[in-house]
């Protein structure tokens, strides 16, 4: 999964035609740790997808964009566009994700 760094790269990620999942997230968030040590067989599962993770305390104005009132929360891109949101309160356990990235 490679970590956004910047807002060049993100936009960049976010364009492509491929879907792109970023994992909205922060240092101090237990919750983001729980799906850390789930989200790796769940990633290959899903390898036809880009994967991205973005600290959202460095880029809050992402996360004011495209509504992340929680963290983590994962967020599907394809062309620019958001199309599809898993909250926070959903992304607790490896079977919410699963379900999910079914329709995605």
């Not at 999964?1 to 491929?18: D, H, L, N």
């Not at 999942?21 to 729980?34: L, S």
């Not at 929680?70 to 599907?76: A, E, K, W």
Request: aromatic residues 10%.
């Amino acid at each position: 999964m490679k970590t956004v760094e910047s807002k060049e790269q993100f936009a960049g990620m976010i364009e492509s035609k491929q879907k792109t999942i970023v994992k909205f997230e922060a240092d101090w968030c237990p919750d983001c740790k729980r799906l850390d040590m789930f989200i790796g067989p769940i990633i290959e599962e899903h390898s036809d997808k880009e994967w991205a993770q973005i600290d959202r305390d460095q880029f809050p104005e992402f996360a004011e964009k495209y509504e992340v009132m929680g963290i983590p929360s994962l967020l599907v891109f394809q062309n620019g566009e958001k199309v599809a949101h898993l909250h926070s309160a959903n992304a607790k356990t490896p079977e919410q994700v699963q379900d999910f990235l079914k329709d995605v």
